[in-house]
Structures are given as structure tokens and as C-alpha cells.
């Protein structure tokens, strides 16, 4: 079965850091781009940041720019998201998302596959 | 940086067509991709392409998009429909997904 595990969210006092991961299984992670997005309690979805299946091309919101990092591990199918200096308004549950992949193996842009979120809640 | 608009929400009796828009300068010349959202539950991708299906999402999920608006169409709608809606595109001039803000079907 194809799946995406997240984990590591939790309580953070405001300034503070967390390391969320997401295990992938079912498939073969590498050849996949992956994503972060993000949803405030009671609100939209929100795209964080994205990551090639190489690890080579990264890009970011600019709300998360300089203060957020992604990378992933292919010998261990698993992606990460290092969160810095953490804001109220990070509160959020946090996704992870595999890019469907269509004909000749090109991503489609579109996420086809989430997993079920991990909350991460920065409050004092 | 792009931004795409929904309507809050969207009424429908059962059996009946909604059609959920989504808003955006020049959209018809970008690819939009659909999710449906229920309570509790991650996102699930309906539409990709405009108008394409994802395998074991029902034909009663169609979508298209022209000019300034891409459209979602949900036919002969269920109960089990009811859910956010939310739709997608990547913005190549900020490197960015955007999503648009949402729009709550209601199934009356």
C-alpha cells in the first residue's frame, strides 16, 4: 500500500524548533518530488515548501523562507521539515505530499498522495 | 505573487450538478488540480489537468478552465459529496503551489 507517515509534531514555545518527518512506503520514494503544506486550524491549505527527488532544486514559501528547511534521506524513504524559530502562526496540522507523476515519468504538479498530518501547535 | 479565488461556499440539493469556480489573473494558461477535503481527513486529489481523473475518482467529477476561471463540476451530487474543495496551480513566476482559499459544498 502506498503511504506517507508523518510525525514529530507536538508543543513548542514561540522562538523554538521542530523536526517533523514523513515515511514513505509503497512506492519508490526517490523518484518522486515531495511537498509540505500546512493548515491552520479551521482554515485553508497553505504550501510550505518542495523538494526534487534528487534533493537538488528546494524551494519555499516566503513565509517560511529562512526559518524552515526541507530535505529528504532515499536510503531511509524519508522527507523532513526542520522548523526554526517558530511563530504562533505556524500552528498548523502539517502534510506531507508525493507529486503524481504522469506520462514519461514527469511530475504533474499536482499532489496525489498525502499522508494524515501531524499537528504542530507553537504557544506558550 | 498569484492568487486564486473560491467562492466561501456552494449549495446543492442531492442529485443536482455544483459547479465550484476558482478565480485567477490569465488561470486558463496553467494547469489546475482539484482536492476534496472532509472533516478530520487529508486532502484527496479529484481533478489534476484541468479535466483529468485520478483512477478510482467517480465520472461524476469533471472540470475545465478557460480565460479567467476554472471550473469544478460535481453531477448527479451525493450526500457523501459534501466536503472542502480546494484548487491548485503552480505559479512558475514565484516558484510557488498555490492554493485557492477553499469553498465549503454543502448538499442540502
Known amino acids: 500500500e502506498v503511504q506517507l507517515v508523518e510525525s514529530g509534531g507536538g508543543l513548542v514555545q514561540p522562538g523554538g524548533s521542530l523536526r517533523l518527518s514523513c515515511a514513505a512506503s509503497?512506492?519508490?520514494?526517490?523518484?518522486?518530488?515531495m511537498n509540505w503544506v500546512r493548515q491552520a486550524p479551521g482554515k485553508g491549505l497553505e504550501w510550505v515548501s518542495y523538494?526534487?527527488?534528487?534533493?537538488?532544486?528546494?524551494y519555499y514559501a516566503d513565509s517560511v523562507k529562512g526559518r524552515f528547511t526541507i530535505s529528504r534521506d532515499n536510503a531511509k524513504n524519508s522527507l523532513y521539515l526542520q522548523m526554526n524559530s517558530l511563530r504562533a502562526e505556524d500552528t498548523a496540522v502539517y502534510y506531507c505530499?508525493?507529486?503524481?507523476?504522469?506520462?514519461?515519468?514527469?511530475?504533474?504538479?499536482?499532489?496525489?498522495?498525502w499522508g494524515q498530518g501531524t499537528m504542530v501547535t507553537v504557544s506558550s | 505573487s498569484y492568487v486564486l479565488t473560491q467562492p466561501p461556499s456552494v449549495s446543492v440539493a442531492p442529485g443536482k450538478t455544483a459547479r465550484i469556480t476558482c478565480g485567477g489573473n490569465?488561470?486558463?494558461?496553467?494547469?489546475v488540480h482539484w482536492y476534496q477535503q472532509k472533516p478530520g481527513q487529508a486532502p484527496v486529489l479529484v481533478i489534476y489537468?484541468?479535466?483529468d481523473r485520478p483512477s478510482g475518482i467517480p465520472e461524476r467529477f469533471s472540470g475545465s478552465n478557460s480565460g479567467n476561471t476554472a471550473t469544478l463540476t460535481i453531477s448527479r451530487v451525493e450526500a457523501g459529496d459534501e466536503a472542502d474543495y480546494y484548487c491548485?496551480?503552480?505559479?512558475?513566476?514565484?516558484?510557488?503551489?498555490?492554493f485557492g482559499g477553499g469553498t465549503k459544498l454543502t448538499v442540502l
Open positions: 505530499a508525493r507529486e503524481a507523476v504522469g506520462v514519461g515519468a514527469i511530475s504533474t504538479d499536482a499532489f496525489d498522495i
Open positions: 509503497g512506492f519508490t520514494f526517490s523518484s518522486y518530488e
Open positions: 523538494i526534487s527527488s534528487s534533493g537538488s532544486t528546494i
Open positions: 490569465n488561470i486558463g494558461s496553467k494547469s
Open positions: 489537468y484541468d479535466s
Open positions: 491548485q496551480v503552480w505559479d512558475s513566476s514565484s516558484e510557488n503551489w498555490v
